[in-house]
């Protein structure tokens, strides 16, 4: 069993089996206007250094280890980790620089994180991440994609389940848009209203062709 949480903005943790964290774009919560995550992570995954997702120092155990826009295929414990650098922008990393997408294989569970994806990758960048089971990916715009190229984007990867995530919630201080400008657009899939921050999925039973929302807490 993986259970995944949300901390708001891009930030998910991913606990394994044996309890071992894995975080990904950790933020410090006021600098955002929202809570910071509460947690303590074996292991950092950092799409990218701007201070809305690097935040790592106030979440990492003693002995945890972070991984900063690192690219190629890795092991973080034994989980496969495959790092393919991506843009911030339009313009192949001129405006915002480059950020990492990051596909974790997590006993069999295939999630792919987009970081702040700025444009739609062609389909041969984004064929080494092709199985996708879950993907998590920005929906807000101003920064990132918007809520229409997000839903072009999966169609290109097919994942199973979306986790939308980098939108406005109330008490963040960017102009992103509201989740509710993506779920308007999504007409093919189940949407999955959480009541709570936390999901637990297994490699035997992760749900087909759904939107799943976290409620943040």
């Not at 935040?55 to 092991?75: C, E, H, N, P, W």
């Not at 950020?99 to 960048?125: A, F, M, Q, T």
């Not at 715009?141 to 389940?161: R, Y």
Request: with cysteine.
């Amino acid at each position: 069993m993986v259970i995944i949480k949300w901390y708001g903005h891009a930030c998910f943790e991913i606990i394994d089996s044996k309890g071992r964290s894995i975080v990904i774009d950790p933020h410090d919560g006021r600098s955002i206007g929202i809570k910071p995550p509460k947690t303590q992570a074996h292991a950092v995954l950092i799409t990218h250094e701007h201070f809305d997702h690097n935040a790592y120092q106030g979440i990492l155990r003693s002995d945890g280890v972070v991984y900063s826009m690192k690219t190629g295929k890795f092991m973080v414990f034994e989980h496969e980790v495959l790092g393919l650098k991506s843009y911030h922008d339009k313009v192949r990393g001129k405006r915002r620089g480059e950020v990492v997408i990051y596909k974790v294989n997590v006993e069999g569970v295939r999630i792919v994180h987009l970081g702040d994806l700025g444009y739609i990758p062609s389909d041969d960048e984004l064929k080494n991440l092709i199985p996708v089971d879950i993907l998590m990916t920005p929906v807000g715009g101003t920064f990132t994609i918007d809520a229409k190229e997000a839903l072009q984007l999966s169609d290109k990867l097919s994942p199973k389940v979306i986790i939308p995530m980098h939108y406005w919630v109330e008490g963040i201080n960017l102009p992103l848009l509201p989740l509710s400008e993506f779920l308007k657009l999504v007409t093919t899939r189940k949407i999955i209203n959480l009541e709570s921050n936390t999901w637990s999925v297994s490699v035997m039973d992760i749900p087909e062709n759904v939107v799943v929302v976290f409620k943040l807490m």
